[in-house]
């Protein structure tokens, strides 16, 4: 009979609110700036990974679907359970299972969940332990923003410096420790964008202002982590604003330029704006897509919803609150 280890992670995607973009160029993954975001509650991915030593390779089954061995994000898997492989000395393959409960085709992000959840279902079922720091640093290693899905609430990774190897994000304060809301103004369902990591690389490589943005990040994390802990709504929107703008702005000029936005992106913004000079508290952050993330006050989370649904592109909207980190199934004891 084939021993098979097993065990299954739940995760939550998070939205960054000092972003995360670029990174160190002296390999092992690390941030080149410092960054901070909250957990979503409401949307999650499911991961089960089970080590069976009647597996020649490892196997990516995502929302139903085998991935084929060459896949992009077959490798970043493999990559993973590489790296528990060689700390838990185990050399079985593994088969890893997972869904997400919200749509990934709008590219909506999705890594961070799904290497967060991998990393602790990974680590579960082969043994090793399942601390959230080492959680966050192993998902880290694949990608960045995967370490902050590790914790609940709000959480900050801070960069990388020469020689780090290990690097985890740590919780900077619970999920109730301010009531937000979020809208996500869902405004195309169609093609992929350019990755996150691509786009960043790009970025790096061609754009004249990514050394500007590498040098604003800092002060922009800065302003943004004292605004959370001060639950100072107007502080964190100018700060969290500028944080994406700056990024956006490294990006598009870039060369060829990479804009991710599309005409209802810039309506979007502009309607967020609209709300603010009527005395409504909004504001807005747009990672590697033409989406925007607003957030608001539970109280005032109808009314932007309305106002966000009325411009002309915005498909549909997705609301979410704070939430918990990543977590084992009730079932899953690991191995
Ligand atoms: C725009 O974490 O997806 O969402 O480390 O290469 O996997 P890799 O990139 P990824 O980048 C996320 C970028 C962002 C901003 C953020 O989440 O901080």
Redesign the pocket.
Known sequence: MTVVSRATAIAHP?I?LA???G?RADGH?LPAVP?L?VTLAGMATTTEVAFDASLDRDELHLGGAALPPDAEATRRVAGLLDRVRAASGRRERARVVSRNDFPTAAGL?S??SAFAALALAASAAAGLPTAPALVSDLARK?????ARSAFGGFVELRAGRPGDEALAATPLAPEDHWPLAVVIAVTREGPKDVG??DG?RHTAMTSPYFPAWVDAAPSLFDAVRAAVLARDLAALGAAAEASALC?HASSIAASPGLLYWTGATVEVIAAVRRLRAQGTPAFFTI??GPHVKVFTTPEAQAAVGAALLAVPGVLRTITAVPGGGARLAPSSGGA
């Open positions: 998070n960054a972003k995360y973009w990174k993954n960054s975001s992000a890594s961070a694949t990608s960045v923003s995967a996150s990591s960043m990024m990672d590697a």
